[in-house]
């Protein structure tokens, strides 16, 4: 796959995913972006290989009474368009304190 070019706001998803954040929700809560930027944005950058998603097993949400959740992992692809994004968006650098603390998953959670 070749270079492609990431948005700000496609780089800073992968940045958060990239830090340990990994559904959808979580990536909102962090970023304060709209469920209606957040999801198009994840399914873009599975398209373009940049992650995966897995979708956890029906039988933790139920156990939990929530809905099943869709985690996603950034590719090897995603870390190198991540790392050209950041030396675009010198922000990215100066937020990444803010996105560097990872959240403690939850029992049954596959971890990273």
Known sequence: MGRSYLSYTMALILQVLDNGYRYGFEIMTVTGLASGTVYPALRRLEDAGHVISKWESAEIAQA???PA???YEVTREGGEALAEAR???RLLEQLEPLTTHKPAHQAGDPGR
């Open 64 to 66: 939990e009474q929530r």
């Open 87 to 89: 030396s675009r968006f």
């Open 69 to 71: 959740r869709k985690y």
